[in-house]
């Protein structure tokens, strides 16, 4: 019906928390009742602060996705890549460069390693040095594009592995010259086996690597990693000038 008022739908398509519009009615409301009527500076206070609450809540997704369908996501993306580096006999590790779009790519050696390519590099197999390096979006590269990235190594991915893609329960990032160690409590996932953790490493190992990548400017290698018990993984990024 015209001018029936129909709550806002979020960018998933479904409507908005109906209960936070009548927060922030209820807020309003009251704030300017307790103004210009009841001359009362605390319950206009209130008010607003209801109305600050009730907003919150709108602009917050009803249903967000959940950590574990991003995890899955990560994981099967893994798995085409294992095909790929099978079917092009690809096993020296590869080298994760941001590039103009800010998207990170894996440059993964085909032949004789003639270390990290240019950043303008693209096409699906590209030549430097004379030697032939495959391209591949490794699964953290559009996790970190686009992104406003906190400064802080750490902060980015405890941001984006721990809270948004739910690799580990929690990590530590030390720097040490040009290389990181980080440290992951209790990985989640087992993706990244064979072919594809010789080349890009895990799952966990990768996506440190592009988001070191995204946030540093600057080539990252995956130097090595370890399982240490079923608790603790740790990873050695080498960071490439």
């Not at 994981?75 to 079917?87: F, K, R, T, V, Y």
């Not at 440059?107 to 303008?120: F, I, N, S």
């Not at 948004?164 to 086996?193: I, M, Q, W, Y």
């Not at 946030?215 to 960071?239: C, F, M, Q, T």
């Amino acid at each position: 019906m015209p001018g029936k008022f129909m709550p806002k739908r979020t960018a998933s398509g479904e409507r908005g928390n109906p209960y936070a519009y009548g927060l922030v009615a209820l807020g309003a409301g009251l704030a300017a009742f307790s103004w210009y009527l009841m001359q009362s500076t605390p319950m206009t206070a209130l008010g607003i602060g209801i109305a600050v609450v009730g907003s919150s809540m709108a602009i917050t997704p009803v249903n967000p996705v959940p950590t574990r369908a991003v995890r899955m996501a990560l994981e099967g993306s893994m798995l085409n890549i294992e095909a790929l580096l099978e079917d092009t006999g690809a096993t020296q590790r590869c080298y994760y460069v941001r590039g103009g779009d800010g998207a990170v790519r894996a440059y993964v050696p085909l032949g004789e390693d003639r270390g990290a390519p240019g950043q303008t590099q693209g096409g699906l197999v590209v030549n430097h040095g004379g030697s032939d390096y495959l391209v591949v979006f490794p699964p953290g590269s559009l996790l970190a594009a686009g992104e406003d990235l906190p400064e802080s190594l750490e902060a980015a991915m405890d941001l984006l592995l721990v809270e948004e893609a739910g690799l580990a329960e929690s990590l530590k990032v030390a720097e040490d010259g040009p290389r990181l160690v980080v440290e992951f409590v209790r990985p989640r996932t087992r993706t990244g086996s064979g072919r594809v953790r010789q080349v890009l490493g895990s799952l966990e190992s990768s996506t440190a690597a592009a988001v070191a990548a995204a946030v540093k400017g600057v080539p990252v290698k995956v130097a090595s990693e370890e399982d240490i018990g079923r608790e603790r993984r740790r990873v050695v990024l080498e960071l490439l000038q």
